[in-house]
């Protein structure tokens, strides 16, 4: 059973650059048919996704989004990674890493990350 | 972008009753939709995969039916872990993937 655990800062100030990472465990990152994503959900919202990476490096980013993301992988470590930059308060949202072959078969449990001085 | 309009936002239902969640989307999808359920504070859980089949675990009182641009989400007899959001998303007209705004379905 594939599981997937998100880490990172808890608080972000403005214009700064969030970083998170997602630890995958029970699935080889290199292996794998996945896509490895990102999805956000600010407080009392919907979902937005953001970008998805494959092993081969290959990445896929939402176009509203694009020019301040960058996704990763470290198939050593099996983790892949997100850096959001220039972040204001709108980017306030739980994060969540997630996987699919076609749709999102699992999710970790999610980071609020919140921005603010 | 594919745009995925959910409807009704919110819908008001008894344990027992039958709730049809609807999704319709901007352009078509073919059959490329799947539905989501998210309870308070987790994660979502796929439901529905291509339009109509049920994920491994999903009992068989949702169902799922359209393609194109209309979609609905089934529950045929509410249970009460059923009170939650509902979101569709669609892979056809990808990047970006999209979900819906999401219909709440609350106790009565």
């Known amino acids: 059973q594939m599981q997937l655990q998100e880490s990172g800062p808890g608080l972000v100030k403005p214009s700064g650059t969030l970083s998170l990472t997602c630890a995958v465990s029970g699935d080889s990152i290199s292996s794998s048919s996945n896509w490895w994503s990102w999805v956000r959900q600010p407080p009392g919202k919907g979902l937005e996704w953001i970008g998805e990476?494959?092993?081969?490096?290959?990445?896929n980013y939402n176009p509203s989004l694009k020019s301040r993301v960058t996704i990763s992988v470290d198939k050593s470590k099996n983790q892949f990674s997100l850096k959001l930059n220039s972040v204001t308060a709108a980017d306030t949202a739980v994060y969540y890493c997630?996987?699919?072959?076609?749709?999102?078969?699992?999710w970790g449990q999610g980071t609020l990350v919140t921005v603010s001085s | 972008e594919t745009v995925l309009t959910q409807s009704p936002a919110t819908l008001s239902l008894s344990p027992g009753e039958r709730a049809t969640l609807s999704c319709r989307a901007s352009q078509s999808v073919n059959n490329y939709l799947a539905w989501y359920q998210q309870k308070p504070g987790q994660a979502p859980r796929l439901l529905i995969y291509?339009?109509?089949n049920r994920a491994a675990g999903i009992p068989d009182r949702f169902s799922g039916s359209g393609s194109g641009t209309d979609f609905t989400l089934t529950i045929s007899s509410l249970e009460p872990e059923d009170f939650a959001v509902y979101y569709c998303q669609q892979r056809r007209n990808w990047p970006p993937l999209t979900f819906g705004g999401g219909t709440k379905v609350e106790i009565k």
């Open positions: 291509d339009a109509s």
């Open positions: 990476i494959f092993h081969s490096g290959a990445t």
């Open positions: 997630a996987s699919r072959p076609f749709y999102f078969d699992y």
